[in-house]
């Protein structure tokens, strides 16, 4: 079971036109995220869904668990967001991030957007999610049957193991 802080109960986001960034530690949708996007205007809504996968490094994964500071990691969505709009011309952008608990098969992040043109929108999404691993202060700890382990914003680096009732280090987005 997921454990929300009563402090964060629900989605936090930050908004401009066209633009929408959110945490929450809810099932992602991404129904949502791609009507978020979808415009006349748009030829291409390309949608990226970072699920949680079974395995890490030849060891069975049990889940992994997402925390953030929500203040800063939405300012970070949102210049990355705001970035990537403008770079690549889209039409509309949204990241939404998944908080605490993920499950295995489950969605950590979507980010979805709209284009004039399918290229655009592959490029768009590709590079947002890079930036989104690289800058934004949300870390992950990856969880297996003989304990957790920090683990780093890209793939294949893994941490310190995580203490109980400790506070490790690290940092990581999604996939």
């Known amino acids: 079971m997921n454990e929300v802080p009563r402090a964060f109960e629900g989605e936090q986001s930050l908004s401009e036109p066209n633009i929408y960034v959110s945490l929450t530690y809810n099932a992602l949708d991404a129904s949502l995220a791609m009507a978020r996007v979808k415009s006349p205007k ?26 953030t500071y929500p203040p800063l990691a939405l300012r970070s969505l949102l210049s990355i967001a ?24 489950d969605e950590s992040v979507l980010i979805a957007v709209a284009a004039p043109h399918r290229k655009a929108g592959w490029r768009a999404g590709e590079e947002c ?22 683990m780093s914003n890209r793939d294949g680096q893994a941490g310190v193991p995580v203490v109980e009732g400790g506070s490790g280090g690290g940092g990581g987005a999604a996939e």
């Open 129 to 150: 999610l890079e930036r989104v691993k690289a800058r934004v202060e949300i870390w992950k700890e990856e969880w297996f049957e003989d304990g957790g382990v920090w």
């Open 82 to 105: 705001k970035a990537v709009h403008c770079e690549y011309e889209l039409v509309g952008i949204a990241i939404t991030h998944r908080l605490g608990r993920v499950d295995i098969g």
């Open 42 to 67: 748009a030829g291409a809504v390309v949608l990226f869904a970072g699920c949680t996968r079974d395995s890490f490094a030849s060891r069975p994964v049990t889940h992994l668990s997402y925390s």
